[in-house]
């Protein structure tokens, strides 16, 4: 059975910052992608950023120079430290890992295992 539990979120100011972590069961291990997207009521799921098996990133335009995702093989974790943030970046963030290893992509269509979210909220 595969388990994404994330946890990190909170409330924080605007220019605060805030780290996930994303603990992943064993069967997701260092050969998948792990990915976060974010989601706001009434708005499809946004892609954030991804860190494939190479170590290979990408990021959200959105979010490129203010988010950092890094991943911890011996703990079957990856974090995404979130820096600058703003009222716009209020979401439920989720982790997730495709079904396929060696496999990375932007498109949460393509993501097969989800955390069960959490939230964070910036105030101005």
């Known amino acids: 059975q595969v388990q994404l539990v994330e946890s990190g979120g909170g409330l924080v100011q605007a220019g605060g910052s805030l780290r996930l972590s994303c603990r992943a069961s064993?069967?997701?291990?260092?050969?998948?992608?792990l990915a976060w997207f974010r989601q706001v009521p009434g708005k499809e799921r946004e892609f954030v950023t991804f860190v494939s098996s190479s170590g290979r990133t990408d990021y959200g335009d959105s979010v490129k120079g203010r988010f950092t995702i890094s991943r911890d093989n011996t703990k079957n974790t990856v974090y995404l430290q979130m820096n600058s943030l703003q009222p716009g970046d209020t979401a439920v963030y989720y982790c997730?890992?495709?079904?396929?290893?060696?496999?990375?992509?932007?498109?949460?269509?393509?993501?097969?295992?989800w955390g069960q979210g959490t939230q964070v909220t910036v105030s101005s």
């Open positions: 064993e069967r997701i291990d260092s050969s998948y992608t």
């Open positions: 997730a890992a495709p079904r396929t290893n060696y496999y990375y992509t932007t498109r949460p269509d393509q993501y097969t295992y």
